[in-house]
């Protein structure tokens, strides 16, 4: 395992902790322009997406889009994008992020109902993709370059 650290090391790849909760989700700290928050690491999410109450917080620029979500027994959601974010996980860094912004309360619903925290959003295949992600579910751990 030792070997295997350090050439993803030497490959310039950065280790992100992850917990996994109750519910078994992936659940991950990250930074959207600079605001810290609770994501799932989802890798069946194509796009990250963060709530409609996080607009503010997070300081996005929300525009239109004609785009319609689904996912997590919920189809045909009102969406707005939000292009060119910071996104921080770990020492990981991404600056031209673009987030799709949805109505997320049916996911922090069925997470409550489990005595699970809520969370800000979910880190989808788009920035695995990008950060040639490989995932280490034993050790709890995230890789990206």
């Not at 490959?11 to 996994?20: G, H, L, M, Q, S």
């Not at 997070?58 to 689904?70: G, I, M, R």
């Not at 770990?90 to 969370?119: C, M, Y």
């Not at 800000?120 to 990008?130: P, R, S, T, W």
Request: charged share 25%.
């Amino acid at each position: 395992m030792k070997d295997f650290q350090k050439t993803l090391k030497k490959n310039k790849y950065k280790k992100i902790n992850f917990k996994v909760s109750k519910t078994q989700h992936l659940l991950i700290k990250a930074r959207i322009n600079g605001v810290k928050g609770n994501f799932i690491l989802d890798t069946g999410a194509s796009n990250s997406c963060v709530g409609f109450e996080s607009i503010e917080a997070l300081q996005l620029n929300a525009s239109k889009s004609k785009t319609k979500a689904s996912g997590a027994g919920a189809t045909g959601m009102f969406t707005q994008l939000a292009k060119d974010n910071t996104l921080q996980l770990g020492r990981w860094k991404d600056t031209e992020f673009h987030l799709v912004i949805f109505d997320l309360s049916h996911v922090n619903e069925a997470l409550t109902q489990h005595k699970a925290k809520p969370v800000q959003g979910i880190i989808g295949a788009d920035v695995l993709l990008k950060g040639k992600a490989i995932i280490d579910y034993y050790n709890h751990c995230l890789y990206l370059r």
